[in-house]
């Protein structure tokens, strides 16, 4: 049965425990490159994963941690040849046992813009060389693991996504404050991961299962997903100049059954564990299943940054100014981001919750000065964005590099736009700011445009898009727009609407507006939605 069944079915999956720990026992020395041991001295590889899958694991991780072009660069091994050497042991070991092979994945050992110098783009490349030569060699899964940089792990994640069609797992660690070293909350990472088609996600390294016990319950409202636990053994004990864990390999097991009350699935072991751990796990609980009460597939709509996650539950206002501005034009002409930046800081702290982003301006080449736009804007502010463009190539522009899941605007119920618009909605898991306008442009009567916006929602659907993400805009401030806010509501959708009338604005909120679109630095404005 492969790996998408066995989650399918909810069956819990043994995973393997430490690499590093175990090459270091076989004699890894200090600074030696643990992935050239793959070609210099595959007999001691081979003899870890053996022991794995020899002590109950079902998947393997590849000896491929740190397989990228960057850390590769001075031991004179290209990544498809370590990459190639490691699947070929793997499944070597594997076979006595019809086990299965991940290639792993770790952090590039850089960081990315704008806290390092490494572009997404670049970072993407790595990601996507080592993709390629795991597909080439055959492995069952890919496993991207103990990320902390969100922005780091969307770009692995994309890069398996567009050179494979194989499972994929993705796991970060965080801290006991339930944030990454890079600041990256627990909510975040499920609803940037999971959009952007992750197969099961969580957590692995820096913590030990006990303290990784309470950040998993804190995991289980923001994702539907099967989830991964992957704790060292306890936390680190230094003696005498020599690292060891805390807790033993039949605690460990008798921690890591616990799990199985969150509904967990898919664990293993990371620093510090070895064959006995991943052995006393087995045994703890064989014969035991999931418990899925405290799991839910309602979860919430909501959209967020690395570091804030804002949920759609109530009324938020998006700034518009971001392409309303008539001074931005001109300096976007001439490559100055600084009018943009202002623009978007200022709205930040007139009170804006999300900042709509429209960069169409004449003698600009649009999809580039979206990326531009959303790399800046991101390196000053936390707000959520809204990527306000009609233009398919700068709209995927906007939203691959965004760190986190955005909206996207510009949207209509036209047959054509939701055909080029809608696949880039499911693609990058974001929301979507719809208008209730079709060929014919915006219907006059409250009931046409709830009919478009049913359109809407059942071709989302089709492409497995939920409803949840779907905030519909009713499109002018009219009576009829009044009437048919409800209607949209009743759907279950929520509403989107620009607007320019404080007394409209008013009316639009005691109808059900959740998001009016508006200049946050309008006193009157700002005080209708506050009242």
């Not at 693991?145 to 796991?171: I, R």
């Not at 014969?287 to 949920?311: H, M, Q």
Request: aromatic share 6%; net charge negative.
């Amino acid at each position: 049965m492969g790996i998408l069944s066995k989650l399918r079915n909810k069956e819990i999956i043994r995973l393997d425990g430490g690499m590093g720990t175990m090459l270091q026992k076989a004699g890894l020395k200090t600074g030696q490159n643990p992935e050239t041991l793959n070609i210099l001295h595959p007999e001691v590889v081979k003899g870890v994963y053996s022991a794995y899958f020899a002590a109950g694991s079902q998947i393997v991780y590849t000896n491929t941690f740190g397989a990228n072009a960057h850390k590769l660069a001075r031991t004179g091994y290209t990544v498809e040849e370590i990459v190639t050497a490691a699947v070929k042991i793997a499944r070597e070991a594997a076979e006595p046992y019809g086990g299965m092979v991940g290639l792993d994945i770790g952090p590039l050992g850089e960081l990315l813009e704008p806290m390092g110098m490494l572009s997404f783009d670049d970072a993407y490349e790595l990601f996507a060389e080592q993709v390629r030569a795991g597909v080439k060699a055959g492995v069952d899964m890919i496993a991207i693991e103990t990320m902390t940089d969100l922005y780091e792990a969307k770009a692995a994640l994309l890069a398996v996504k567009e050179n494979s069609d194989l499972p994929v797992f993705v796991t970060m660690s965080f801290e006991q404050d339930g944030r990454t070293f890079t600041g990256t909350s627990i909510s975040a990472t499920a609803l940037t991961m999971e959009g952007l088609g992750a197969d099961a996600i969580g957590i692995n390294c820096s913590l030990g299962p006990i303290q990784i016990y309470d950040i998993v319950k804190k995991l289980l409202p923001w994702t539907s997903l099967p989830i991964i636990v992957k704790p060292n053994a306890g936390l680190p004990v230094t003696k005498d100049g020599v690292t060891t864990y805390d807790i033993t390999p039949e605690q460990f097991g008798q921690e890591m059954a616990k799990f199985l009350d969150l509904g967990v699935t898919i664990m293993g072991g990371c620093c510090g564990t070895n064959p006995d751990y991943i052995r006393f796990l087995g045994e703890n609980i064989a014969g035991k299943k999931a418990d899925f009460s405290l799991r839910s597939e309602a979860v919430p709509a909501a959209v967020c940054t690395n570091i804030v996650t804002l949920p759609v539950d109530g009324v938020h206002v998006i700034g518009n100014q971001i392409g309303n501005d008539a001074s931005l034009a001109e300096a976007l002409q001439e490559e100055d981001l600084e009018a943009l930046i202002d623009l978007a800081t200022a709205q930040d702290e007139a009170g804006a919750k999300i900042l709509s982003v429209n960069v169409a301006v004449p003698d600009v080449e649009e999809a580039e000065m979206m990326a531009s736009a959303v790399k800046e804007i991101q390196s000053y502010t936390n707000v959520p964005l809204l990527i306000d463009s009609a233009d398919p190539e700068a709209a995927e522009a906007g939203l691959r590099h965004y760190n986190g899941k955005a909206i996207l605007g510009a949207v209509t119920g036209e047959d054509a736009v939701l055909e080029r618009m809608l696949p880039l909605v499911k693609k990058f898991g974001c929301a979507v700011a719809a208008l209730t306008k079709d060929e014919n442009g915006i219907p006059d009567t409250a009931e046409e445009r709830a009919a478009i916006a049913k359109k809407i929602l059942a071709r989302a659907e089709s492409l497995r898009i939920p409803a949840r993400d779907l905030y519909i805009d009713c499109g002018d401030e009219t009576a009829e727009t009044l009437r048919a806010i409800p209607m949209i509501k009743e759907l279950g959708l929520k509403t989107v609407l620009h607007i320019s009338d404080a007394a409209f604005l008013q009316e639009a909120l005691s109808a059900g507006l959740n998001l009016p679109v508006l200049d946050p630095e309008d006193a009157s404005l700002m005080a209708a939605v506050e009242n």
